[in-house]
């Protein structure tokens, strides 16, 4: 038996804008590499909601055929991000009596602990998606973060169970399905990506990762490596585009062009009397814009998402707790001044995130874009999924090896030479008469001197 390495992993991001493959390696740095990337446009999701399985398969084809095209590997196996309006939080508590006091506590006793949270009742319709571990209580020792290996007869839990609408996890597993695909695990897309745009040091300092994609805009805040808070509010880049499209009355196609080549967070930071023109429809003059007007709707827009954010860190509880402040990233996180805008309306630090934290240098640049932070994200998490469940390596047994049996030769032995069969009737060759004088002639000499010396000691 021998262990072979599962190195590969594939991330699908369905998203209310597009859809999104990504397949990607870990090397001996840990850090992915990716050697596949397929993205095609979504027209079955409804803010981060699959509402049309058939349209939602058609795109996940057409992604995942292309990724498989780049890298050269069969997809069989996908981690799935899931989002919307129907995601719930929660804080729960668990308690476990161990018998035996004088004993270890074991990494069976804190999964017994998490299975218990998956028992608990919830809402009709709803599903438990995460159970996350907090601290821990061991006796009376509190803010325990691992308690594997301590004493104690009484183990307590705190955790951060995340729930979702069962139709809406469904949804996403049939349209995966259909694809001919299977579906590893189920993730949150907040949690993916959090762990592909944030440091350690930001996760124990204190942060909120405010992930703003096309139909939401999801949030996650860490302290003290720990996840406290989730939450997901059902506006994103969508909503401002169907602001632009009535306030200005233009097609939408040109409202997101307007919002991506020439829209501002900020209003005060454009000119007054710059113009844009547009085509007009079919026989109609060109439409003149102003980009100050632009960016009034904008601004007023994301404001309104990010009064809704900040409110979400305030009843957390750790809005002054927050040293490394907030960190965007999504397809949203892109629009000009956003930065400044957000620390005016939190009071808080900001900065744009990319999913560079753990990417090794590759050839697909597109992948390092905000937009694209919750499919590496799902890599990240697939690799950790697979690692704790021991996933990562797999046995394999080997085929003995086959040894050919040696030829084998039969040697005929070596028929005897007259000498060595009849020595007495064989003429002896001169040499051996030469040596037979010698013989001959010394021998005497030999017994001379023997006789002599022995008649000299005596």
């Not at 930065?339 to 900001?350: I, R």
């Not at 039969?410 to 005897?416: G, L, M, R």
Request: aromatic share 6%; hydrophobic share 40%.
């Amino acid at each position: 038996m021998r262990k072979i390495k599962n190195d590969i992993v594939v991330g699908l991001d369905i998203g209310t804008t597009k859809i999104c493959a990504i397949v990607a390696r870990m090397n001996e740095n840990h850090r992915l590499e990716v050697i596949g990337f397929g993205k095609a446009e979504s027209h079955g999701v409804l803010r981060g909601e699959v509402f049309n399985i058939d349209k939602t398969t058609e795109a996940i084809k057409i992604a995942v055929a292309l990724a498989e095209a780049q890298s050269g590997v069969k997809i069989t196996n996908v981690y799935v991000g899931i989002a919307g309006k129907h995601i719930r939080s929660m804080q729960n508590r668990a308690i476990l009596t161990r018998g035996q006091q004088d004993q270890e506590i074991t990494d069976s006793d804190v999964s017994h602990l998490i299975q218990d949270m998956y028992k608990m009742a919830t809402n009709p319709g709803e599903r438990i998606i995460h159970v996350l571990p907090q601290e821990f209580t061991v006796d009376a020792e509190h803010g325990i973060k691992d308690p594997v290996g301590m004493c104690g007869n009484r183990l307590e839990g705190n955790f951060h169970i995340i729930t979702g609408q069962v139709i809406a996890a469904q949804n996403i597993e049939k349209s995966v399905i259909k694809a001919g695909l299977s579906m590893s695990g189920l993730v949150l897309e907040p949690l993916a990506s959090s762990a592909s745009v944030l440091s350690e040091e930001e996760k124990e300092a204190g942060v909120a990762i405010v992930d703003i994609g096309g139909g939401t805009t999801d949030i996650a805040i860490f302290q003290d490596h720990i996840i406290r808070h989730t939450a997901v509010i059902p506006f994103g880049g969508n909503i401002i585009t169907e602001d632009i499209k009535t306030g200005l009355m233009v097609m939408r196609n040109q409202a997101e062009q307007l919002k991506l080549r020439f829209g501002s967070a900020l209003a005060i930071e454009t000119m007054a009397n710059e113009i844009i023109s547009i085509p007009g429809l079919k026989g109609r003059d060109p439409k003149e814009i102003s980009v100050r007007n632009l960016s009034h709707i904008i601004e007023s827009r994301i404001q309104e998402i990010f009064e809704q954010v900040y409110f979400e860190i305030k009843i957390s509880g750790y809005a002054n707790k927050l040293i490394g402040g907030i960190v965007l990233t999504g397809g949203g996180s892109q629009l000009k001044h956003l930065k400044q805008l957000v620390e005016y309306v939190t009071g808080m630090d900001c900065r744009i995130g990319y999913p560079v934290e753990h990417l090794e240098k590759t050839s697909h640049n597109e992948i390092k874009f905000p937009m694209y932070a919750t499919g590496v994200g799902l890599v990240l998490k697939g690799f950790e999924d697979m690692r704790a469940n021991g996933l990562l390596y797999e046995e394999v047994e080997e085929e003995a090896p086959v040894i050919a049996e040696p030829e084998l030769k039969v040697v005929e032995p070596e028929a005897p030479s007259p000498r060595q069969m009849h020595p007495e009737e064989v003429a002896p060759t001169p040499e051996e008469l030469i040596e037979k004088r010698k013989r001959d002639w010394f021998q005497p000499l030999k017994n001379w001197f023997k006789s002599d010396t022995k008649d000299f000691e005596d």
